[in-house]
């Protein structure tokens, strides 16, 4: 048979190992209890010897072989727990020394070799947390460490605090003096260690040095209240405090055992990192305060003087960071993040000063530039190869620019310049980062078209400016246009007003809805250009129908209405034929389509519908009702708009129709290029 689907025979074979060590935890653990129900007189005195002698020493014993157990079999971490396990070892011995020895001379002696063994513990302790902080110590940064050691300084004060007034040695017996104040001073740098750790964690020291830190401060806690009475004079052997060895030991043992798992860096938001400093300048400041008036032992004046310090000096690189992060956040609200120029939220700050300081004597320039050509390009190389293609370009036109100017990237393929030049200047100027902004490649030519307003001779305030500079720059945009696509549309718009003039101003009308309707979408560079040009010619394809079905008086009939559905995809046809309209013919192809999915030629609904086919079919409709036809007289621009609310959701797409309904209040017309008058 072989094994269960659930337990492999690898998982198997590891519950034995796994078995006997958590066996071998709950039996010291056991062991541990037996003998604090000792020390708390639940056994009697009969079993003191063996409570006090074998079974105390068993379990410091124990712990030691935990850590050199660990120190074998874990290579990268061998000698930190084989000075564990030294330091332990050594703290035992002093206790077997002390108890065997010194606990029968009447009045015990010090210093002692018990006292060497004791405090050989600590360095031994010292350089095992130095060698496991290494990980966590690489991972930390500036301010962790600053906090680990206010922590530790903060620590060592409290302990001051606690141990010294407990001692009253003679200052003439030196050795003993040492001896006597070695033991707080090296408990309290053994707790500023493990705060230290903690604090360089972020104060999250995870399960393994957290056992750590509880099982030294175990240690000395113990310690300390050994000493505190000892001096006075109250302590007895067996009682409570001695459970606190044993355990301290333990502890540390089982975080030798637990896995070393990977330090993770402590979030900037935690709290934890704000609140501990604080509560520990606080501390010190209060300890400073009683140590002046005489409340608490000098000793401990002087690390607190040190936490107060160290806190402050935190704050100031607190205050200093924070500054430079608001800096930061700052200049990246107002830099592009591909190009690295201004943005547009710059130039709108920047531009306030500018027409609040210039003068005739003292002229500021804005040119907007918009590329040609680019929606090519990407659509040609992909997203990618179009963003290289917009870093370089903005390289180019701020190098341009130089110092006695800014450049600005508005967005998609729009940028800025503000400068202080007067007219003959800017001309110069303008045709410089024109020429700035160009790329051409064997398959492909990315040029650019601008529009400049002289401040204040132009314009006098910050919107007036944008706008004027829109203006001209799409003006120039349409004397760019390549002269293929221009001919094409000039000669379509003549056929157009040759055959019917009052649907050319009817296109036009269209047109400059869309417009403003495409600005308030986000819409911009060639998109909003070619929507421009959709507007003027979606209804090109009817010049296809007969004059007799256009303007006939009466509804038409199944076979008419057949007759007109068909004039988009006429008009695609008629605009593919020009290369350069051929993003055109697509968006007139579907201006009649219907957001439920009932118009046509294709039947789209919803998104499927381009968004400039949309917006076409929602002015179109408008500059519909509210002039004349043969069937109706025109409407109000009331009535026309609430007609259009009536039919969003079926006929329109809502958003547009809201939008529009928005715009058309309040809209300027916008000249749509300056190309002759067909």
């Known amino acids: 048979?072989?094994?269960?689907?659930?337990?492999?025979?690898?998982?198997?074979?590891?519950?034995?190992?796994?078995?006997?060590?958590?066996?071998?935890?709950?039996?010291?653990?056991?062991?541990?209890?037996?003998?604090?129900?000792?020390?708390?007189?639940?056994?009697?005195?009969?079993?003191?010897?063996?409570?006090?002698?074998?079974?105390?020493?068993?379990?410091l014993a124990a712990a030691a072989v935990a850590c050199l157990w660990r120190a074998v079999t874990a290579p990268a971490e061998r000698l930190a727990w084989s000075l564990m396990s030294a330091a332990i070892v050594s703290w035992t011995l002093g206790d077997v020394y002390w108890s065997t020895d010194l606990a029968t001379l009447a009045g015990g002696g010090t210093p002692s070799i018990a006292d060497s063994l004791y405090l050989s513990f600590y360095p031994l302790a010292y350089a095992t947390l130095v060698l496991l902080i290494r990980n966590q110590a690489g991972l930390a940064s500036r301010?962790?460490?600053?906090?680990?050691?206010?922590?530790?300084?903060?620590?060592?004060?409290?302990?001051?605090?606690?141990?010294?007034?407990?001692?009253?040695?003679?200052?003439?017996?030196?050795?003993?003096?040492?001896?006597?104040?070695?033991?707080?001073?090296?408990?309290?740098?053994?707790?500023?260690?493990?705060?230290?750790?903690?604090?360089?964690?972020?104060?999250?020291?995870?399960?393994?040095?957290?056992?750590?830190?509880?099982?030294?401060?175990?240690?000395?806690?113990?310690?300390?209240?050994?000493?505190?009475?000892?001096?006075?004079?109250?302590?007895?052997?067996?009682?409570?405090?001695?459970?606190?060895w044993p355990a301290a030991a333990l502890l540390v043992a089982l975080a030798a055992w637990q896995p070393v798992g990977s330090p993770s860096a402590p979030r900037d938001s935690d709290r934890r990192l704000v609140l501990v400093p604080f509560v520990c300048g606080l501390i010190a400041l209060v300890l400073v305060t009683l140590a002046v008036f005489g409340g608490v032992p000098q000793a401990a004046a002087l690390p607190a003087l040190l936490t107060l310090l160290l806190v402050t000096g935190r704050m100031a690189i607190a205050f200093v960071e924070g500054q430079h992060a608001m800096d930061e956040n700052r200049r990246e609200a107002l830099t592009d993040g591909l190009t690295g120029l201004a943005n547009r939220r710059a130039l709108l700050a920047d531009l306030e000063r500018a027409v609040a300081r210039a003068t005739m004597d003292d002229p500021r320039v804005c040119i907007v530039l918009d590329l040609d050509g680019f929606k090519a390009y990407n659509d040609a190389f992909g997203h990618p190869a179009g963003d290289k293609l917009l870093s370089r370009l903005g390289q180019r036109l701020e190098d341009v620019v130089g110092v006695q100017g800014k450049a600005y990237r508005l967005g998609g393929d729009e940028f800025c310049v503000l400068a202080r030049r007067d007219a003959v200047d800017a001309r110069r100027l303008a045709d410089a980062v024109r020429a700035s902004l160009t790329e051409t490649?064997?398959?492909?030519?990315?040029?650019?078209?601008?529009?400049?307003?002289?401040?204040?001779?132009?314009?006098?305030?910050?919107?007036?400016?944008?706008?004027?500079?829109?203006?001209?720059?799409?003006?120039?945009?349409?004397?760019?246009?390549?002269?293929?696509?221009?001919?094409?549309?000039?000669?379509?718009?003549?056929?157009?007003?040759?055959r019917e003039p009052a649907m050319h101003a009817h296109l036009v009308g269209v047109a400059e809805l869309a417009l403003a309707v495409a600005r308030e979408l986000g819409m911009a560079g060639e998109e909003l250009d070619e929507l421009a040009r959709a507007a003027e010619l979606h209804d090109i394809g009817k010049i296809a129908i007969p004059e007799e079905i256009l303007r006939k008086p009466g509804p038409l009939d199944p076979e008419e209405w057949a007759f007109v559905r068909r004039h988009t995809v006429i008009g695609e046809r008629i605009l593919g034929a020009a290369p350069a309209l051929r993003p055109v013919a697509r968006l007139v192809r579907s201006t009649h389509e219907r957001w439920d999915g009932g118009g046509y030629p294709d039947g789209l609904s919803g998104d499927d519908i381009p968004l400039g086919s949309r917006i076409v079919a929602v002015c179109d409709a408008y500059e519909a009702m509210v002039n004349d036809r043969p069937y109706r007289p025109a409407l109000s621009p009331e009535l026309a708009v609430e007609e259009l609310f009536t039919n969003a959701g079926t006929q329109f797409d809502p958003k547009v129709v809201q939008v529009f309904s928005a715009a058309v209040g309040e809209r300027v017309p916008e000249p749509l290029t300056t190309y002759p008058a067909a």
């Open 1 to 59: 048979m072989g094994w269960p689907p659930v337990l492999s025979p690898a998982t198997m074979q590891t519950l034995p190992r796994l078995d006997k060590r958590k066996a071998t935890i709950g039996l010291v653990g056991f062991a541990w209890g037996l003998f604090a129900l000792h020390t708390l007189g639940l056994f009697g005195d009969f079993a003191a010897p063996l409570f006090d002698d074998w079974l105390y020493v068993t379990l």
């Open 143 to 244: 301010d962790l460490w600053v906090d680990g050691i206010i922590g530790a300084s903060c620590a060592t004060a409290i302990a001051f605090v606690i141990a010294f007034p407990a001692f009253e040695v003679s200052a003439d017996d030196t050795a003993e003096l040492a001896i006597t104040l070695a033991y707080p001073v090296l408990d309290a740098v053994l707790l500023g260690f493990v705060i230290l750790v903690f604090g360089l964690s972020g104060w999250r020291p995870g399960r393994r040095w957290t056992l750590i830190g509880v099982g030294l401060t175990a240690m000395a806690i113990s310690d300390g209240i050994y000493l505190v009475e000892t001096a006075r004079g109250t302590y007895a052997t067996g009682g409570i405090l001695d459970a606190g």
């Open 441 to 498: 490649g064997e398959a492909f030519a990315v040029t650019s078209s601008a529009g400049m307003v002289a401040i204040p001779a132009d314009a006098a305030a910050p919107a007036e400016v944008l706008q004027v500079a829109d203006r001209r720059m799409y003006a120039d945009k349409g004397r760019r246009s390549s002269s293929a696509g221009h001919q094409s549309r000039a000669v379509l718009l003549r056929i157009l007003r040759e």
